[in-house]
């Protein structure tokens, strides 16, 4: 029978000793000590059969018919390829018996310490440790030296013993940490050593954060003019016994361990980029992965026209130092910084045969967190430096049963960081100036407060109100100082070419990211005062219209006084104070259309793209790429740029488009008071407010359709007088700073409105506001007398009757208009300043855009701070500025009802 040739060309014969196999239709396996062969040696085709190899060769292990020559040690032994019973066969090497005593076989030489308490007899010590140790002591064997090497890098380098793995190695290198022999391998720094080795000059590569010109390739470049935008990583890697497998790039290593990370080393090693990963593994990932393989990772770099290797030292959080975890420390000088590292082991902890346990790994170790960080050298004239870079590994003890079921996360990170010494140094001083204007503005802002309210001491409102104040300053100075230092920091991070700075770390932005959410605390606090001082105001309605003279004939079909003769409609107060309502919500900045406007850039046009830490800044990713990780400082630049880009031109759109030349609500509101013949005072302040003079021009308007027309007419032919409250002039808004006199009289006016008698104070019986015919004035509800007292009192002290308490008119000074502040005494006459910019506004929320927008632009930045996500952040700001309009609307009608004495049953 024939079968077919390796090849898979020819049918060739088995030869005996060999016979044909019908069960597998092949020939039958050779005799120990032969190998099959099919060709003959002048390379002609023969049936197959079997050679026998030499007396100082065996077949080769993996079957691939070839005669390898034995071990010395075999052949010293006993001549031939056989250990010779007299004899002990350890790692493939024949050691005699007088031979092995020279290393003394003890329990630490074969059992591991796991860090979750376990203590396993390791097969795999017990096979190879002893024979390593004499082998490297008295043979000076590579293989075996690196065979501890790597017995030493599975028990996380512990030293608990002299015969451990670790401790061998100490003892060879006779107390030095640097190896003192070739054949020994490099695998520990000194012990106080890792501030030096962390701080070494001795790269001289120039690095940029701009791409190479060979972008397309994926192999790392030295550009020719020492330049380079990717680290140039190589990797040597030795198996499981100790021998040396080659060095090769770091992209050609194929791991089971993040196997997917392949294509994104390119990524990853990008000079400058932030690169974060995160993977899962498998059961067959750790459980079928075979012997571990052993790593050592160096950097290569150009220097004097030649090619180096720097070797990269590795920190190994799970090292431990009489029991302490010495490299999780913040401080350098204890660490323990070692040069070889392995991913995966479930290998060491197979128990040995005659420990009676299962076959099989019980543990299984593997890296959960690899993490590559590159620091960038401060040195004046010298860009694109970095000193040694610093691998830091952390491992993970699952047990058998969990690593089958797979699902270990594994976080591979590369970051880059630059000395922020300097920078935080120079933040906290601009902070600090900052905040020591603010507070002196605050300072400022409370003594104007403070006059404004005729205070002449201290007291507890006046600090609560400087407190306040101090927040609202502060927030606006951390956000301009944070704003500017992070776009600062992502303008010339993006746009440099040879990297003279870096983005702050993580960790380093921590300093950033509490100062912007203190500024979110303290603004969401002076929000809060200025909703609460909005809802809080007084505020009265002055109604200008007199009754109609009665006819002396009474009607022939309606009772005396019901056909409304002699009285004064509500309706128009009513009216204007639903206006009011309706304008207590408005804001000069649209929320929706912003929210809207800032979305549609950041996710659809992509501007938070720009917010990766990566030089590149383009706002579109090739498919495929790996999406870099976000820096907070770029995100936050772009958020804040595109929020405040954004709230400007809204803002001009509104200023210069929208309320010239379509509709001013402000305005409109003003112009509908003096038709209805209705002024409105706010004191915003206890002696300070603002008055709407909207006193009709035409003595009346209670006017039909064409009563109404007509007067329009007039004024529009110029035919009446001026609407302004000085003859002659169209002035009809000022700010009032008024006497105490004339507030204390107010509130005396003002007490039986605010006393509950029968019902809501708010609430009256129907009849006109005014009316003097509807009843005698024992029978009138106390708060109509009241409204009726303080709207003859008003209107009297506005046409200049009270002679004790009047006013002048006049403008205010330029630097009063600037710090917004009165430097006139109103104790003995008040004063009316005209007031051409409608400030009346900062009594709505429609005045303060500013703070407003500078809280829905933080709150923003927290929620996006959170979450990472910025739909998730619009989403909170739209609703809490519908909360906040809310709260200022159910509250001012409230209020205006209360202070106004309209029935809020008639508010909608």
């Not at 610093?390 to 976080?411: F, S, W």
């Not at 992509?606 to 090739?622: K, T």
Request: net charge neutral.
């Amino acid at each position: 029978m024939h079968v077919t040739s390796k090849d898979g060309l020819d049918c060739i014969r088995c030869e005996s000793p060999l016979a044909y196999d019908a069960t597998t239709k092949t020939c039958t396996p050779c005799p120990n000590g032969t190998v099959q062969v099919e060709l003959t040696p002048n390379g002609t085709r023969r049936t197959r059969g079997c050679l026998r190899c030499g007396a100082e060769a065996e077949p080769a292990a993996d079957g691939s018919a070839q005669c390898h020559r034995c071990d010395r040690s075999l052949l010293a032994a006993s001549g031939s390829c056989r250990c010779p019973d007299s004899h002990l066969l350890l790692s493939g090497v024949c050691l005699s018996s007088s031979q092995l005593n020279q290393v003394p076989a003890e329990a630490s030489m074969y059992t591991i310490d796991f860090e979750d308490g376990t203590t396993i007899d390791s097969a795999f010590f017990r096979r190879h440790s002893r024979a390593a140790a004499f082998l490297c002591r008295f043979r000076h064997n590579i293989s075996a030296c690196h065979l501890l090497a790597n017995l030493c890098a599975i028990t996380m380098y512990s030293e608990r013993s002299a015969a451990a793995p670790c401790g061998q190695l100490r003892q060879l290198a006779s107390g030095r940490q640097r190896p003192p022999a070739p054949h020994l391998p490099w695998l520990f720094y000194e012990e106080d050593e890792a501030p030096t080795v962390l701080s070494r000059s001795r790269i001289s590569q120039e690095y940029t954060v701009q791409r190479d010109r060979q972008v397309g390739t994926q192999e790392y470049t030295v550009q020719r003019d020492r330049q380079s935008s990717y680290l140039n990583l190589t990797v040597a890697r030795f198996s499981a016994d100790g021998r040396l497998l080659g060095r090769t790039p770091l992209d050609s290593v194929r791991s089971s361990v993040c196997p997917q990370l392949s294509a994104a080393l390119r990524s990853a090693t990008r000079f400058g980029s932030r690169f974060e990963h995160t993977c899962t593994l498998t059961g067959r990932d750790l459980l079928e992965a075979g012997p571990p393989e052993f790593f050592e990772l160096y950097l290569q770099y150009q220097a004097d026209e030649a090619e180096w290797l720097y070797a990269i030292p590795v920190r190994v959080l799970n090292y431990r130092r009489n029991g302490r975890y010495v490299n999780q420390a913040e401080d350098r000088h204890r660490w323990q910084l070692v040069h070889r590292f392995f991913l995966v082991d479930a290998v060491s902890s197979v128990p040995s045969a005659g420990t009676g346990e299962q076959p099989g790994p019980q543990l299984v170790q593997y890296v959960r967190d690899l993490h590559l960080q590159v620091e960038m050298r401060s040195e004046a004239g010298r860009p694109g430096r970095i000193a040694p870079p610093l691998l830091t590994l952390g491992y993970d003890l699952v047990p058998a049963e969990r690593a089958a079921a797979g699902g270990l996360p594994v976080r591979v990170r590369v970051s880059y960081s630059v000395d922020m010494s300097d920078a935080r140094e120079q933040i906290e001083v601009a902070v600090g100036v900052m905040s020591a204007f603010a507070v002196v503005w605050a300072i400022f802002r409370t003594w104007a407060w403070s006059s404004r309210n005729g205070k002449t001491e201290v007291d507890v409102p006046t600090l609560i109100h400087l407190l306040v104040c101090c927040c609202g300053s502060l927030a606006n100075v951390f956000l301009l100082v944070m704003f500017c230092t992070c776009f600062y920091w992502f303008i010339f991070f993006k746009r440099q070419e040879v990297a003279y700075s870096l983005l702050p770390t993580p960790e380093q932005e921590r300093f950033v990211r509490d100062i912007v959410i203190s500024a979110f605390v303290l603004k969401t606090a002076d929000v809060i005062w200025l909703l609460w001082r909005q809802v809080t105001v007084s505020l009265f309605l002055l109604d200008w219209e007199r009754p109609k003279a009665r006819s002396s004939l009474p009607h022939p079909h309606l009772p005396a006084g019901a056909d409304g003769s002699g009285t004064v409609s509500i309706w128009r107060t009513y009216f204007i104070a639903n206006e009011w309502n309706e304008l207590q919500t408005q804001r000069r900045i649209n929320q929706t259309w912003q929210l809207m406007m800032v979305l549609f850039a950041l996710e659809i046009i992509g501007f938070i793209d720009l917010g990766s830490a990566e030089p590149d800044s383009g706002m579109s990713r090739q498919p495929g790429q790996p999406a870099a990780p976000q820096s907070f400082v770029c995100r936050f630049s772009v958020i804040v740029l595109t929020y405040g880009t954004v709230t400007a031109l809204q803002w001009m759109f509104n200023g210069l488009l929208y309320e010239r030349f379509v509709e001013n609500k402000m305005q409109q509101f003003v112009d509908l008071c003096s038709i209805s013949n209705i002024s409105l005072f706010i004191l915003y302040e206890r002696n300070y407010g603002y008055y709407i003079h909207g006193r009709s021009v035409h003595g009346h308007a209670d006017a039909d359709l064409s009563g109404l027309y007509e007067q329009l007419q007039r004024e529009q032919e110029d035919l009446c007088s001026r609407r302004g409250l000085v003859p002659g002039a169209d002035q009809q808004t000022f700010q009032l700073m008024l006497p105490n006199t004339f507030r204390l009289h107010y509130d005396d006016l003002l007490a039986p409105m605010q006393r509950k008698s029968g019902g809501h104070p708010a609430q009256r019986p129907s009849g006109g506001a005014g009316d003097s015919s509807s009843g005698p004035p024992a029978e009138q509800h106390p708060s109509i007398q009241a409204y009726n007292t303080i709207n003859r009192f008003l209107a009297a002290f506005i046409e200049h009757a009270i002679k004790e308490l009047d006013y002048t008119v006049k403008d205010k000074k330029f630097i009063e208009s600037m710090m917004d502040i009165e430097f006139a005494d109103p104790d003995e006459k008040g004063v009316f300043y005209n007031d051409g910019r409608l400030t009346f506004e900062r009594a709505l929320l429609y005045g303060h855009g500013w703070a407003l927008a500078v809280f829905d632009v933080l709150l923003f930045c927290f929620v996006d701070l959170l979450s990472g996500s910025t739909l998730l952040a619009g989403m909170v700001v739209f609703v809490t500025g519908k909360m906040v309009d809310a709260a200022r609307y159910y509250l001012g009608r409230r209020n205006l009802a209360k202070k106004t004495l309209v029935d809020e049953r008639f508010l909608i």
